[in-house]
């Protein structure tokens, strides 16, 4: 192990295989490579983190990454992508049959609020943000990403549509201002507090009730 990644607490990832890998495996040491370049990255900051560095904690070539990511705004893009991936799997299992929308959009956005909670996404943002004068379409990258991420309260919306419920003209923009409420502006960025799951309950819960008094008019 190096001194970079020894001091960071990395754990030096695995011997490789020998041998073409397999799709499965391919896309595992493409993860594992995130994960470590994440980590990188958190210690070290956008501008202080090089390629040499991460391709050492990484224990592969530096061509291996240029060869994958092509550069390192595009791997912090990958990175950021990746962050925010599981979102959308999250929101995609609520139950939404048979349920008051009060309580459905209130699971939405405890989902939401506990994912700007976690620590480790919030320091991958505020990196972003720190980055974004240099690399503007990193920003708007992530920016589009994580609207993407709430497709299944889009199509909820679409549906309380189709089932008569006044007030919903453009469901996709009406989910950006959902996910507004629900992360709190910049709250997630500036405070703690959604951190703590009593708070995460009550503001989710103001949240779908403000939301629903909007559209209702």
């Known amino acids: 192990m190096d001194d970079e990644s020894a001091a960071d607490g990395a754990v030096s990832p695995p011997a490789r295989a020998k041998g073409r890998p397999s799709r499965a495996d391919a ?42 990511f092509g550069s390192k705004e595009n791997l912090f893009a990958e990175i950021g992508l990746h962050s925010v991936a599981g979102m959308r799997s999250d929101l995609s299992g609520i139950p939404t049959q048979d349920r008051a929308p009060e309580d459905v959009l ?66 996709a923009r009406l989910a950006v201002h959902f996910i507004g409420m629900a992360n709190g502006g910049l709250r997630f960025l500036l405070t703690d507090d ?15 009730r403000l939301f629903l008094t909007g559209i209702s008019g």
């Open 106 to 171: 209130n699971d939405f956005a405890l989902r939401i609020a506990g994912e700007v909670a976690e620590p480790s996404r919030i320091a991958l943002l505020r990196l972003a943000i720190g980055a974004k004068d240099r690399f503007p379409q990193l920003a708007q990258r992530l920016h589009d990403h994580i609207a993407d991420t709430i497709s299944p309260l889009t199509l909820y919306l679409e549906a309380l549509r189709t089932g008569g419920m006044t007030g919903i003209d453009d469901p």
């Open 27 to 68: 896309q595992m040491r493409r993860d594992e490579l995130v994960e470590i370049a994440a980590r990188q990255f958190l210690a070290h900051g956008y501008a202080g983190t090089s390629i040499d560095g991460i391709a050492s904690a990484a224990r592969v070539s530096k061509a291996t990454i240029y060869a994958r």
């Open 194 to 208: 959604l951190r703590d799951p009593a708070f995460r309950q009550h503001w989710a819960r103001e949240v779908s």
